[in-house]
């Protein structure tokens, strides 16, 4: 004789079996997560990495100086300084200069400098310079305000980001996004870059220490990382797709028969 409760019975297991099974496919593999893993065939010595050469970003065209000009005489010093405040005391802020197409920038005085090609370091000194003809002892602050890089993909906080001391590595520029999403391809990591014209799309590895030997490590001004999702999103993403409809008609045609109980 059947047992009418051998169905009920078997379908708490069944439900239990198929969740078991989802929750093992869903473990992750630590390889495919882990940052800077260790070559398994490296010396048990060798945590040691030799680093590029540190990036010194040079001045180009439409890019935006920051600039300020100080001395003992603060007054004169204001001059220089069109955003220096109305009063004529000391004042901190910034002036902003867009470097032009002949790649200058236009003082009030020192008139056209050029600039382009140039680092922030080497403009400060021949500012310096040229100051010194107006002002004693003139001191030259130099920032590069236009030095940003934007990132995308499966980072939590995506978006365009500005940096002040021109000097950002790849790690940096994830660690400002909040770091990867679990569901952003560690091994997919992509740095887009303005070189010679072209624009070049770079791979790189986040599970492998020889991230930090690649020339991609520091970042230039106008670069995009892109974190491609890895294959856990996708499927993800495929099954709500797949199963939403259904649901949504279930749901559907419960809420009629509801009603229409309700309504007799």
């Known amino acids: 004789m059947n047992n009418p409760f051998a169905h009920k019975q078997t379908t708490p297991k069944i439900v239990l079996l198929l969740f078991m099974l ?15 893993q260790k070559d398994p065939d490296a010396r048990p010595s060798a945590d040691a990495i030799e680093l590029p050469p540190t990036f010194e970003p040079k001045i180009e065209h ?6 300020h000009i100080a001395s003992i005489n603060p007054e004169a010093a204001s ?39 140039l680092s922030t370091r080497e403009i400060r000194e021949l500012l310096r310079q040229k100051l010194e003809k107006f002002l004693q002892s003139p001191t ?6 236009s030095y940003k890089v934007t990132i995308l993909g499966e980072v939590k906080v995506p978006g365009v980001y500005s940096v002040r001391n021109e000097k950002l590595s790849l790690t940096d520029a994830i660690g400002l996004a909040g770091d990867l999403t679990i569901y952003g391809d560690r091994k997919s990591v992509m740095v887009i870059r303005d070189q010679n ?7 790189l590895d986040l599970t492998t220490r020889d991230l930090f030997k690649s020339e991609f490590y520091y970042m230039r001004p106008g ?17 709500f797709y797949r199963i939403a409809p259904i ?12 009603v229409r109980f309700t309504n007799e």
């Not at 014209?197 to 791979?203: P, R």
Request: glycine content about 8%.
């Open 22 to 36: 989802f929750m093992m496919s869903s473990c992750l593999n630590r390889k495919a997560v882990d940052y800077f």
């Open 62 to 67: 439409n890019d935006i100086l920051g600039i």
């Open 79 to 117: 001059f220089f300084n069109p955003s220096q405040k109305a009063d004529g005391t000391s004042s901190t802020d910034m002036t902003n200069y867009l470097v032009d197409a002949n790649g200058e920038i236009e003082m009030p005085l020192l008139g056209k400098v050029k600039v382009s090609g």
């Open 140 to 145: 030259v602050r130099v920032y590069l305000e």
């Open 197 to 203: 014209g072209k624009k070049t799309f770079n791979q």
């Open 223 to 239: 670069d995009v990382i892109y974190v491609a999702a890895g294959k856990g999103r996708i499927a993800s993403a495929d099954a």
């Open 247 to 258: 649901v949504i008609s279930g749901l559907t045609l419960i809420t009629l028969l509801v």
